[in-house]
């Protein structure tokens, strides 16, 4: 008796002390070795998976940690298994895209609940299992497998299917409807977006946080800076003002908007230490340029146990690839491995941007190869980056890779790839790009980038004219990208009447712009001798010319990144840094050459 008594108590203080890690394991999102060192000790005091409390709570632990394979070994050695055992599994087959075993799992399993149903509708046979929920149990009178459909045709972009399973359904809640208006928002349909929200409040519904969130993503997408406001206010009347989803959303709004000041106000007055929160402060600083704010509200949830997501890694690493040395980059890519988000997409496709700007091309394809499944996005990244770095024929074989890999190329991937050619001047090859892309799919349609890359391959291989009767076919109006091009590439061969047509046509597209006429067409006066002509175009510019932007610089000292403005007296050290330029200029104007030398 008093060895089962300590047995009970034993598993007493075991089930306490599972639950504690599961509460931690969720919000800060626990490496599995330490999961590895409970499930030993279990094993150690005999506490074996027989238990399905137990063996279930392994199973979530290790699936939350990012190790599937432990969680699938744990359900596999557990010997009795319960409809909650096996959602678990369904969900970790799923989030590692084993459909087929998922699928092979659902249909043997003992009994299904509407989990069962949502965790596998989740997956890739979106329309075949809608079909056999209807067919065998009826998914309309059933509201949460109703949800669970429009949610799933909503994130597929299937807006369509979401109103059917919508309008079919005997009785709708708030969740059916937010998961309408967020699907309409994900799929490009935030006008029909709009109409829903005015539906739903004109037949009774109360909405809640999700539903504003929603409705302000949606303006957020349309850059309506207005109807945002309102809703905006909407929230505030509604007392969600407070909620960090509706912050969150605020603030992104307001970043979308360029309203930099207004989304810092948000962010101030809602006095939360909240990831979502965070996050979206975060990446509108990353987006406005503002690398270092972003880095240093980074560090400061850091210091405050803020809880990390994908999401704040992917705006950190971009704002790494443009503002922290390359030391600190590895800094927080042993961060991203220690906290688990290796294996996201969104975080791995960051890295591989931040590795390329870097110029360690090497870093960025061993990241790239490693990657279990690679969307659009990373596949652009590491093809641009790779025609950035000079790796110009194995930019162009990545572009065939992904051909065969069954993706579509979208307009930046034929950006990327044009790009090579042109820097390689590699011409035959990327004429044969241009012309496949109105033949691809998805309505890729050549703009003022490709024609830029086009014209500039002509210009490298010296057909001037022929790239002017290029654009001359294309009855298309350049930018003055490709008209600064051309240019320059007469100043090569002093075709003075030309670059004289071609710079009033600059003129006219930006006429605050100094740099067509003085580095180009004044320096090409000047070796004719035709200084009146010099002087009358540098008059010209005078009474056009704006205030040019200042020049900015980084550089890291001892683990500290330090900026330098063009502007000399507003930058740190700046008064040593003047005494000392002022030392120079007196010992220069004493002739002294050996001041340094003891």
């Known amino acids: 008796m008093f060895n089962l008594l300590q047995k009970a108590h034993r598993f007493h203080h075991t089930v306490s002390f599972f639950s504690g890690i599961n509460d931690q394991c969720s919000s800060l999102k626990s490496p599995s070795n330490s999961l590895k060192l409970v499930h030993a000790q279990?094993?150690?005091?005999?506490?074996?998976?027989?238990?399905?409390?137990?063996?279930?709570?392994?199973?979530?632990?290790?699936?939350?940690?990012?190790?599937?394979?432990?969680?699938?070994?744990?359900?596999?050695?557990?010997?009795?298994?319960?409809?909650?055992?096996?959602?678990?599994?369904?969900?970790?087959?799923?989030?590692?895209?084993?459909?087929?075993?998922?699928?092979?799992?659902?249909?043997?399993?003992?009994?299904?609940?509407?989990?069962?149903?949502?965790?596998?509708?989740?997956?890739?046979?979106?329309?075949?299992?809608?079909?056999?929920?209807?067919?065998?149990?009826?998914?309309?009178?059933?509201?949460?497998?109703?949800?669970?459909?429009?949610?799933?045709?909503?994130?597929?972009?299937?807006?369509?299917?979401?109103?059917?399973?919508?309008?079919?359904?005997?009785?709708?809640?708030v969740i059916s409807w937010n998961a309408m208006i967020s699907g309409c928002c994900t799929s490009g349909y935030e006008r029909f977006a709009f109409h829903q929200f005015w539906v739903m409040r004109s037949s009774g519904f109360e909405v809640d946080e999700y539903t504003v969130s929603a409705v302000l993503t949606a303006c957020s997408n349309l850059r309506n800076l207005e109807k945002g406001k309102q809703m905006f206010c909407f929230s505030t009347k509604m007392g969600f003002h407070g909620n960090a989803v509706v912050c969150s959303a605020a603030i992104d709004l307001f970043s979308k908007c360029n309203r930099l000041g207004s989304a810092l106000r948000v962010f101030k007055e809602s006095h939360m230490f909240d990831s979502a929160v965070y996050n979206a402060m975060i990446a509108c600083h990353a987006s406005h340029n503002m690398e270092e704010n972003a880095f240093d509200l980074f560090v400061y949830s850091l210091r405050e146990s803020i809880r990390l997501t994908e999401f704040t890694l992917s705006s950190v690493l971009h704002s790494a690839a443009v503002f922290v040395p390359v030391e600190q980059g590895s800094l927080l890519h042993s961060l991203v491995i220690k906290t688990g988000f290796e294996t996201e997409a969104i975080v791995a496709s960051s890295l591989v941007q931040m590795y390329n700007k870097y110029g360690l091309v090497e870093y960025a394809l061993k990241i790239f190869s490693k990657m279990a499944s690679r969307d659009l996005i990373v596949w652009n990244t590491m093809i641009l980056g790779l025609a950035d770095n000079g790796k110009l024929f194995e930019s162009i074989e990545l572009f065939e890779k992904l051909l065969e890999s069954g993706l579509h190329p979208d307009q930046i991937t034929y950006s990327a790839v044009l790009s090579a050619c042109s820097y390689g001047g590699l011409l035959e090859e990327g004429m044969a790009v241009f012309s496949s892309m109105p033949q691809q799919q998805r309505g890729v349609v050549p703009t003022n980038e490709h024609y830029n890359c086009v014209v500039n391959m002509m210009i490298r291989s010296g057909l001037i004219n022929e790239a002017i009767y290029f654009l001359y076919l294309l009855q298309w109006e350049p930018d003055s990208r490709i008209w600064e091009s051309l240019l320059l590439a007469c100043g090569d061969y002093e075709n003075l009447e030309l670059m004289e047509t071609i710079a009033d046509r600059l003129m006219e597209l930006e006429p605050h712009s100094p740099l067509p006429y003085l580095s180009y067409l004044a320096n090409t006066y000047e070796k004719r001798g035709r200084w009146e002509s010099v002087v009358r175009l540098r008059r010209k510019m005078e009474k056009v010319t704006r205030k040019e932007v200042a020049d900015i610089s980084w550089i890291g000292i001892k683990g500290h990144t330090y900026s330098f403005e063009a502007n000399p007296t507003f930058h740190h050290g700046r008064e040593n840094v003047c005494s000392i330029l002022g030392f120079l200029k007196q010992d220069m104007s004493t002739g002294d050459d050996n001041v340094f030398i003891n």
């Open 42 to 173: 279990l094993v150690k005091i005999g506490l074996n998976f027989s238990n399905v409390y137990l063996g279930n709570r392994c199973v979530d632990l290790y699936f939350k940690s990012g190790s599937p394979k432990d969680a699938v070994k744990v359900f596999d050695d557990m010997s009795s298994k319960n409809i909650f055992s096996w959602n678990l599994y369904l969900k970790v087959l799923v989030k590692c895209s084993d459909m087929a075993t998922a699928r092979r799992v659902f249909d043997e399993m003992p009994e299904r609940d509407a989990v069962s149903w949502n965790t596998v509708i989740s997956g890739d046979h979106a329309k075949e299992m809608h079909c056999r929920i209807v067919k065998k149990d009826g998914c309309y009178s059933n509201l949460v497998v109703g949800n669970s459909l429009i949610d799933m045709y909503g994130k597929l972009g299937l807006v369509d299917y979401s109103l059917a399973v919508f309008l079919s359904m005997e009785r709708v809640d």
